[in-house]
């Protein structure tokens, strides 16, 4: 259980284009999901926290109307990258925020296999 | 502010012998804490988390974690470590007041040597 799905797995554009990417629960409900990037040898870094039916919040830095986020369902959150620049190349990463009946015990991130984004 | 740390950038060690990876952290309010590991070009892997009760939290793999409150670390460890466990680890920590938004730690490249 708590599987968590991201698609496209690598995707390559051109400088100017948009991409979306999908994050999915496969195997429950999340109201909840985070947006990471990666930068290669270094940590996650929160960009957005995407929450069903309502405005993403994004952290500090992150531009909002560059990365767009969109949790129209409990088991779908898009983020898409418009107009991409070769230094927005990275690995995004998403986590879906499992809980069960608002026991804080359950509460746990469960991470996507993350989406390669290379900008040329 | 909340804070994870992890003092080793990498740590090596031989296939068989026990395996310690460390992490303190900062946070306000009572801990939650989670080590995930990573595999390259993959995403994060739930291993353990600890949010109350025994102090010795066993996970996957046969990872095991053990939360200090006085010494606010909660260190990784395996008895006996394995090939297959090179990869990139990380510790992690939200805090019951928050929105279960995760501070990880910098990351510790594991490599464990025939």
């Known amino acids: 259980g708590a599987v968590v799905s991201q698609h496209p797995s690598r995707v390559i554009c051109k400088s100017g284009t948009s991409v979306k990417i999908e994050c999915r629960s496969l195997d429950f409900q999340a109201t909840t999901m985070f947006w990471y990037r990666q930068f290669p040898k270094q940590s996650l870094m929160l960009m957005a926290t995407?929450?069903?039916?309502?405005?993403?919040?994004?952290e500090q830095g992150v531009e909002k109307d560059k990365f767009l986020i969109n949790h129209a369902s409990l088991t779908l959150s898009t983020l898409t990258v418009t107009s991409a620049h070769p230094e927005d190349s990275s690995f995004y990463i998403c986590s879906a925020r499992y809980t069960s009946g608002g026991v804080s015990s359950t509460d746990t991130q469960y991470f996507g296999p993350g989406t390669r984004l290379t900008v040329l | 502010a909340q804070s994870v740390a992890q003092p080793e950038d990498q740590v090596n060690v031989a296939e068989g012998n026990p395996l310690t990876v460390k992490c303190t952290y900062s946070v306000s309010g009572n801990p939650y804490l989670f080590w995930y590991v990573q595999y390259p070009n993959r995403g994060l892997q739930f291993l353990l988390k600890y949010i109350t009760g025994d102090n010795l939290v066993k996970g996957s793999y046969g990872f095991e974690a053990e939360f200090n409150k006085s010494q606010t670390s909660f260190h990784l460890k395996k008895p006996s470590a394995l090939v297959s466990d090179s990869a990139l680890y990380f510790c992690a920590v939200s805090s019951s007041s928050n929105t279960g938004k995760l501070i990880f730690g910098q990351g510790t490249t594991l490599q464990v040597k025939p």
């Open positions: 995407s929450n069903e039916g309502s405005k993403a919040t994004y």
